[in-house]
């Protein structure tokens, strides 16, 4: 847990005092209008989003040089600062409720990637950053930056919504902005997959790469029915399960692999016993 303010230096709210707030659809503007339990929570995935828009923003950064068009490394280049802002813009908040951010930065390695060949680590994390485990994984090829950009940030997408309507004020209008820029990545992927896949010679590469990352998007959303996300749910910071936000996700983008001439990998849902080991 990172320590923020002290007891000593706020009055802080009760429970009860918080949730009927919350009932009422008021929303949380400072630490003081927060239980200790509430700040974790908060802080737990407003981290996991910064860490992942800055070790996004990095991985993405060899393709400028590697697009195969001058108009795509601009374009790259223009997802690139993109997401080096949304980290920049989420760091900032996260300041103002008593994170040291630059030791929080400088104690990760954010161009940490796994082994070439190395196995998909489903849901588990590798590293002690926050960021979603997906980027953990190495970008090989033009078709592997397609793909990812194609279902990773589709699906944060959807993980973004819940957000527009969170219980902390700051979060959520930052979010606004960070939505709309994050809908003209999905569209630079949309576009990319259907060319790839219409092309024979890039057809076969296409299915491969998305075999690969459409998996591994789905596990970004996490378990179903966990403790922790049910805490997130009765404190407003997020208003589905996670399995909700990934049925949502696979629901809009099966049909764009299918139209793009393109085959929905196969993907299995954690079993009940792993389900179980995390509530």
């Given at each position: 847990m990172i320590i923020g303010l002290s007891n000593e230096e706020v009055r802080m709210v009760t429970e009860q005092e918080m949730l009927d707030r919350l009932a009422r659809g008021e929303k949380i503007t400072s630490r003081e209008e927060m239980t200790d339990d509430y700040y974790e929570q908060l802080l737990n995935l407003m981290l996991q989003q910064a860490d992942s828009e800055l070790a996004g923003g990095l991985g993405y950064g060899p393709w400028i040089e590697k697009a195969p068009t001058i108009d795509e490394k601009l374009a790259v280049a223009s997802i690139v600062k993109d997401e080096i802002r949304h980290a920049k813009a989420m760091y900032?908040?996260?300041?103002k409720l008593?994170?040291?951010?630059?030791?929080h930065i400088a104690k990760h390695d954010y161009n940490f990637r796994l082994e070439n060949g190395q196995q998909d680590i489903g849901a588990d994390r590798v590293k002690d950053d926050t960021r979603?485990?997906?980027f953990y994984y190495p970008i090989e090829s033009w078709s592997d930056f397609i793909m990812f950009n194609f279902c990773m940030d589709r699906g944060a997408g959807h993980q973004l919504e819940d957000v527009l309507e969170c219980s902390y004020a700051p979060w959520a209008k930052e979010i606004e902005l960070i939505f709309k820029e994050e809908l003209t990545h999905v569209g630079h992927g949309n576009f990319w997959v259907k060319k790839l896949a219409a092309d024979p010679a890039t057809h076969d590469e296409a299915q491969a790469a998305l075999d690969k990352w459409y998996v591994r998007t789905m596990n970004i959303f996490g378990r179903p029915n966990t403790r922790r996300n049910a805490m997130y749910r009765k404190y407003g910071l997020k208003k589905r399960d996670n399995d909700e936000v990934r049925r949502a996700f696979k629901a809009e983008i099966d049909p764009l692999i299918e139209a793009a001439g393109l085959k929905v990998p196969a993907w299995s849902a954690p079993s009940e016993t792993e389900v179980a080991a995390v509530r």
């Amino acid at each position: 847990m990172i320590i923020g303010l002290s007891n000593e230096e706020v009055r802080m709210v009760t429970e009860q005092e918080m949730l009927d707030r919350l009932a009422r659809g008021e929303k949380i503007t400072s630490r003081e209008e927060m239980t200790d339990d509430y700040y974790e929570q908060l802080l737990n995935l407003m981290l996991q989003q910064a860490d992942s828009e800055l070790a996004g923003g990095l991985g993405y950064g060899p393709w400028i040089e590697k697009a195969p068009t001058i108009d795509e490394k601009l374009a790259v280049a223009s997802i690139v600062k993109d997401e080096i802002r949304h980290a920049k813009a989420m760091y900032k908040l996260l300041e103002k409720l008593g994170v040291d951010i630059e030791a929080h930065i400088a104690k990760h390695d954010y161009n940490f990637r796994l082994e070439n060949g190395q196995q998909d680590i489903g849901a588990d994390r590798v590293k002690d950053d926050t960021r979603v485990n997906i980027f953990y994984y190495p970008i090989e090829s033009w078709s592997d930056f397609i793909m990812f950009n194609f279902c990773m940030d589709r699906g944060a997408g959807h993980q973004l919504e819940d957000v527009l309507e969170c219980s902390y004020a700051p979060w959520a209008k930052e979010i606004e902005l960070i939505f709309k820029e994050e809908l003209t990545h999905v569209g630079h992927g949309n576009f990319w997959v259907k060319k790839l896949a219409a092309d024979p010679a890039t057809h076969d590469e296409a299915q491969a790469a998305l075999d690969k990352w459409y998996v591994r998007t789905m596990n970004i959303f996490g378990r179903p029915n966990t403790r922790r996300n049910a805490m997130y749910r009765k404190y407003g910071l997020k208003k589905r399960d996670n399995d909700e936000v990934r049925r949502a996700f696979k629901a809009e983008i099966d049909p764009l692999i299918e139209a793009a001439g393109l085959k929905v990998p196969a993907w299995s849902a954690p079993s009940e016993t792993e389900v179980a080991a995390v509530r």
